[in-house]
């Protein structure tokens, strides 16, 4: 069974600062791996989708990392705002159904 | 392109009766996936269906059901409501191979009283 952990569970930075979120995963057999933004009691947000053939994808200021073998994928947010408070997602796909880790809870002070 | 739309958004329901809720997933998606969110239990998965077809399930029990159309609409049914059974219910989006980006509706938030 896929287990899905994320570290730390709860990160409050100043505005400005460079966000470092961690995720791990069990089972290597993964068809991708997919970070979420969720804002309270609201749906989850899609920031980056990265194929188990990749090693990273970027969008903005995130960049997101995968490596397999070691079952670990970190999400890097530049230069954080207080816009970025969120929860982060990150979820593995194997046989059609995503495992989810319990995600950070990111605060960015103003 | 419009998103994945949930309705309702929210129901309050009584302890015993049932409840249908629906997903109309992104335009040309034919993989329909329903979560199940609490505080405690995080996001756990329902089941996934792709053209009409439940494809993988998760560990509920039978009074959890879903289906999908021929439109690729679908929607989860939970009969003889527990209090338990309050949460948000999300339902995702994907082209259905396998290896696409997930999205996310805004979901259906089920207490149950």
């Known amino acids: 069974k896929q287990e899905v952990t994320q570290i730390p569970a709860a990160l409050s930075v100043p505005e400005g600062e460079n966000l470092v979120l961690n995720c791990s995963f069990t089972?290597?057999?993964?068809?991708?791996l997919q970070w979420f933004r969720q804002d309270h009691g609201k749906g989850l947000t899609s920031l980056l989708l990265?194929?188990?053939?990749?090693r990273e994808q970027t969008s903005g200021r995130l960049n997101a990392s995968l490596d397999k073998s070691s079952g670990r994928s970190t999400l890097y947010i530049a230069a954080s705002q207080p816009g970025d408070s969120a929860t982060y997602l990150c979820a593995v796909e194997d046989d059609y159904k995503l495992s989810f880790g319990a995600g950070t809870t990111v605060t960015v002070r103003a | 392109k419009a998103g994945v739309t949930q309705t309702p958004r929210y129901l309050i329901k009584t302890r015993g009766q049932q409840v249908t809720l629906s997903c109309s997933p992104i335009?040309?998606?034919?993989?329909v996936s329903w979560y199940q969110q609490t505080p405690g239990q995080g996001l756990q998965f329902l089941f996934e269906?792709?053209?009409?077809?439940?494809?993988n399930k998760g560990n509920f029990p039978g009074r959890f059901s879903g289906r999908q159309f021929s439109n690729s609409r679908s929607e989860m049914n939970v009969s003889t409501l527990e209090l338990g059974d309050s949460a948000l219910y999300l339902c995702?989006?994907?082209?259905?191979?396998?290896?696409?980006?997930?999205?996310f509706g805004q979901g259906t938030r089920l207490t149950v009283v």
């Open positions: 335009s040309g998606h034919r993989s």
């Open positions: 269906y792709f053209s009409e077809t439940q494809r």
């Open positions: 995702a989006s994907q082209g259905g191979s396998g290896d696409t980006e997930a999205f």
């Open positions: 990265i194929q188990s053939s990749q």
């Open positions: 089972d290597s057999a993964i068809y991708n």
